[in-house]
């Protein structure tokens, strides 16, 4: 139940991000959800992407510095106090999380979670009956 | 190896003799035949008959580059130029280029010396040298070529450029040496393990470069890319171009051929020479050239002479590694840095691609300090902290070495510029008023 998820560096200049969207684009790749993290003159681009491989093959050619990260995308209804539930989980597992990101769509919500342990963190979340959604899924959304 | 053993070799006392009879003859010869020359010796009072041996060429006038560029082109010829046969000229970055001439036994002695230079490298007539200094105007290209060419090795005339032919051709022609400046030497390297064409298949197994200053840790880089043993080179358009001086298999300071060359090093501001082994600015004086004699030369670079026997049998005075130009250094809020130093800091770290550049400019009255730097791209991570981290550990390390805290810029792969020819290290932006 992990999904990779592409990070790429970017310098804060004009433009970088439209050029990756636009290269994503022209190849078909579509994406499923993303965030940027900034700092003062750099960001980290990070993405779920439908084809991932094809993705990296594309921005290495590009000169791009790519990487892959394992994260889980956990399932939850769109109402309140659901998130502070999985959190609670998450937490009392002594898990750590380094960032995370969620969108929402009517009555569901799905949260990008990068913990420190990504294998216990799913175990511990599946354990709890609580839904991770598989790559596959997640790109049909 | 040994090209001329006699000289390279020979006792000091009788290199000084030597050169004694020599620098007369060069003075007579420049005093009588350059109005520039005479000029600034009757000024100071002096007459060729007032040089005995080469202990009195403190009583000389220094030659700058300004000089060269104020008697633009021709002014500093002594001969006609019915007895030029070649002009070469350096790339001026600013204002009017630096213009040299040679007759035909200044390339004489040109070759003479860059065969010392290949023979102390190892270099023999068996081996194949690509040339991949540009050739033209700057001297690199056909300096190399025409000291090859005197010992009896296949050049390949390559010149600079065309990476990915420089490439091919190396591989195919099976060239054992490769002549360039350093850091076009790096970027060849990283190209070949881009190509994906195996190591092995190389020949290549001795590396001459010069035309920049460059540090021991990017010697190693370069033998590392490429497998090969890297040697220094040492020369200068105005003195003759390449083949000054080489470094011999020892690697103890690059040998300095000084029956055509005669260096001196003196405090840069008080223009007193220092005792051997002391640091300072290299000085030339041309011995035997006839074109464009150079009298006391201030080449700017700065080093250290030693004048101790070498364990491979020369008794040719050994210069130390430059440390940097003096002017190239950069003084950057009263702290003098030079461009060396930061290299040396990004070529200890693993974590970055040995390419940086250093922007200076000046915001309210205070300078400044960038250094743009590459981070390897198995050192790129997905968390902000890491790489973040990372820049903190350069600041530190840079600030330790310099003294003066820079602003450390990670920027994308292979967006710093790769140089064909001299790699441009520094951009000063500061407009002094």
Not at chain 1, 26 to 47: P, Q, W
Not at chain 2, 103 to 122: F, N, P
Not at chain 2, 224 to 240: P, Q
Not at chain 2, 363 to 375: A, K, M, R
Request: hydrophobic letters at 40%; proline letters at 5%; one cysteine or more.
């Amino acid at each position: 139940m992990l999904i990779k998820q592409l990070s790429i560096f970017l310098e804060n200049k004009k433009g970088r991000f439209t050029e990756v969207a636009k290269l994503l684009g022209e190849a078909g790749i579509n994406m499923s959800a993303f965030t940027v993290s900034e700092s003062s003159d750099f960001g980290i681009l990070r993405l779920i992407v439908s084809d991932i491989d094809k993705a990296i093959q594309i921005l290495k050619d590009k000169l791009y510095a790519v990487s892959v990260t394992d994260v889980v995308c956990l399932y939850c209804p769109n109402q309140p106090g659901a998130l502070a539930k999985a959190m609670d989980i998450i937490t009392n597992a002594g898990i750590f999380i380094e960032y995370m990101y969620a969108f929402s769509q009517g009555d569901s919500a799905h949260v990008i979670i990068r913990p420190d342990d990504v294998e216990k963190c799913a175990d511990v979340l599946k354990a709890n009956k609580l839904t991770l959604i598989a790559a596959s899924d997640l790109y049909k959304l | 190896m040994i090209w001329n053993e006699t000289i390279e070799c020979m006792d000091r006392e009788e290199m000084r003799k030597l050169q004694s009879i020599r620098l007369k003859r060069v003075v007579e010869h420049a005093y009588h035949n350059t109005p520039f020359y005479r000029g600034k010796m009757q000024e100071m009072g002096l007459t060729p008959g007032d040089v005995e041996s080469i202990d009195d060429i403190t009583k000389l006038p220094f030659t700058v580059k300004q000089d060269l560029r104020d008697n633009y082109p021709f002014g500093l010829m002594a001969v006609p130029m019915s007895e030029i046969v070649r002009l070469h000229a350096s790339s001026g970055t600013t204002g009017k280029p630096i213009v040299v001439g040679y007759t035909r036994k200044d390339l004489s002695i040109w070759s003479e010396t860059v065969a010392r230079c290949l023979y102390a490298a190892g270099v023999t007539r068996n081996d194949t040298v690509q040339v991949s200094y540009g050739y033209g105007l700057f001297t690199g290209g056909l300096g190399l070529h025409s000291g090859v060419e005197n010992i009896g090795g296949t050049v390949i005339p390559m010149s600079s450029g065309n990476t990915q032919k420089q490439i091919q051709l190396m591989h195919d022609f099976g060239a054992k040496v490769l002549a360039c400046t350093p850091s076009y030497a790096l970027y060849l390297g990283e190209t070949i393990k881009e190509s994906g064409i195996p190591r092995e298949e190389f020949k290549l197994k001795i590396g001459i470069f010069g035309a920049e200053p460059w540090t021991d840790n990017m010697r190693k880089e370069i033998e590392e890319s490429l497998g090969i043993k890297a040697y220094d080179i040492y020369g200068l358009t105005e003195v003759i171009g390449p083949g000054v001086g080489c470094e011999c298999a020892c690697q103890q300071g690059t040998h300095l051929w000084e029956d055509h060359f005669l260096p001196e090093i003196i405090n840069p501001d008080t223009l007193q020479p220092v005792e051997p082994g002391e640091p300072g600015e290299l000085v030339f004086t041309t011995l035997t050239k006839e074109g464009m004699p150079m009298i006391r030369y201030r080449t700017r670079d700065l080093t250290s002479l030693h004048y101790e026997k070498c364990g491979c049998g020369r008794t040719a005075v050994r210069m130390d590694r430059i440390l940097g130009r003096s002017d190239d250094m950069l003084i950057i809020r009263g702290v003098n840095v030079f461009p060396s130093q930061v290299e040396s800091v990004i070529l200890e770290m693993p974590e970055f691609e040995p390419h940086y550049l250093i922007v200076v400019d000046r915001v309210n009255n205070t300078d400044t300090f960038q250094i743009q730097v590459e981070v390897r791209p198995e050192f790129y991570s997905d968390e902000m902290g890491k790489i973040l981290a990372l820049k903190k550990k350069i600041t530190a390390q840079m600030q330790s070495v310099i003294g003066i805290q820079p602003e450390i810029k990670i920027v994308e792969p292979r967006s710093i510029e790769r140089s064909m020819g001299k790699a441009k290290h520094v951009i000063d932006n500061r407009k002094l008023v």
